[in-house]
């Protein structure tokens, strides 16, 4: 399994920022989509997530309201739509995928993609 994250950048506070992760290696049915980040000198949080087969979504309450995941089976690409973004917002990004609610033990992992936002 290959994942492959794409589009941080840097964003002042207010901005917008599409994180997108390109998933390959396996089919996806009854796995889950995380987006999880980790802020420099701190440990990974859990950002958001996405059933691949429902498309049941969960957010972390620090994100609720602003950001927004979805997938594309045909694509098997995951986005993270991230709007109103905040100075706390900074941290590199990562996609993770597995089976089960316990993000921190999946196997699969992109490489990161970092977001920078300045107030």
Do not use: H
């Not at 840097?10 to 390959?24: D, F, I, K, M, N």
């Not at 927004?68 to 045909?74: E, F, G, L, M, S």
């Not at 993270?80 to 973004?85: F, P, R, V």
């Amino acid at each position: 399994v290959q994942l492959q994250a794409s589009g941080g950048g840097l964003v002042q506070a207010g901005g917008s920022l599409r994180l997108s992760c390109a998933a390959s290696g396996r089919t996806f049915t009854n796995y889950i989509m995380n987006w999880v980040r980790q802020a420099s000198g701190k440990e990974r949080e859990f950002v958001a997530a996405i059933t691949w087969n429902l498309g049941t979504t969960y957010y972390a309450d620090a994100v609720k309201g602003r950001f927004a995941i979805a997938r594309d089976k045909a694509k098997n690409m995951v986005y993270l739509q991230m709007d109103n973004l905040k100075p706390g917002d900074t941290a590199n990004y990562y996609c993770t995928v597995g089976v089960g609610s316990n993000w921190r033990g999946y196997r699969y992992w992109g490489q990161g993609t970092l977001v920078t936002v300045s107030s």
